[in-house]
T-cell receptor, first 113, second 112 residues
Framework: DAKTTQPPSMDCAEGRAANLPCNHS???????VYWYRQIHSQGPQYIIH?????ETNEMASLIITEDRKSSTLILPHATLRDTAVYYC??????????????WGLGTSLAVNP | DAGVTQSPTHLIKTRGQQVTLRCSPK?????VSWYQQALGQGPQFIFQ???????QRGNFPDRFSGHQFPNYSSELNVNALLLGDSALYLC???????????FGPGTRLTVL
């Protein structure tokens, strides 16, 4: 069962920042938040992940609230090639201390010219 | 540096048949995970292999089985195919020290 809630779809103008929200109110203290994106039935592409601190890499920034119940993925200057389904995922621990990614339905982001 | 590769790209089978899908992990990775993605859905975890053993498994029937070879490559086998097995099958690899999974392009399986 997914531990995240995302809006099903969003629009963004090309060149503007895209801010994708995610709620994970039941997240536990040792569970990471991961973001992936998937462009039209290709394999998902890793974007970024974090535990409690904000993170930034060459693709995006991840802002996690202090209570860790929600996060926002920021694409600073969206391009048409950023049109994709974006998944916010929580990494959970199974019995035996094995780790697993739990996927939801994602947000379909449309970047418009 | 080669990424994750999967074969075949597309596959068409009929109900009741068996299928084998293959995956080669990213260089330096030793853990392989398999996912099933139905149209319009997020990926569903099937199982994960490490050191040639199934380490954890999702909620899939025994018709779904796998194998990992000494070179870390992996196979997914599905027996007695059902129409509902039609999906994109994704392979992801990772290193044991990190859970960042890198995905292959997937195999599109159609069961008629």
């Amino acid at each position: 069962d997914a531990k995240t809630t995302q809006p099903p779809s969003m629009d963004c103008a090309e060149g503007r920042a895209a801010n994708l929200p995610c709620n994970h109110s039941t997240i536990s203290g040792n569970e990471y938040v991961y973001w992936y994106r998937q462009i039209h039935s290709q394999g998902p592409q890793y974007i970024i992940h974090g535990l409690k601190n904000n993170e930034t890499n060459e693709m995006a920034s991840l802002i996690i609230t202090e209570d860790r119940k929600s996060s926002t993925l920021i694409l600073p200057h969206a391009t048409l090639r950023d049109t994709a389904v974006y998944y916010c995922i929580v990494r959970v621990y199974n019995a035996g201390n094995n780790r697993k990614l739990i996927w939801g339905l994602g947000t379909s982001l449309a970047v418009n010219p | 540096d080669a990424g994750v590769t999967q074969s075949p790209t597309h596959l068409i089978k009929t109900r009741g048949q068996q299928v084998t899908l293959r995956c080669s992990p990213k260089s330096g990775h030793d853990t392989v995970s398999w996912y099933q993605q139905a149209l319009g859905q997020g990926p569903q975890f099937i199982f994960q292999y490490y050191e040639e053993e199934e380490r954890q498994r999702g909620n899939f029937p025994d018709r779904f089985s796998g194998h990992q070879f000494p070179n870390y490559s992996s196979e997914l086998n599905v027996n007695a195919l059902l129409l509902g097995d039609s999906a994109l099958y994704l392979c992801a690899s990772s290193g044991i020290a990190t859970d960042t999974q890198y995905f292959g392009p997937g195999t599109r399986l159609t069961v008629l």
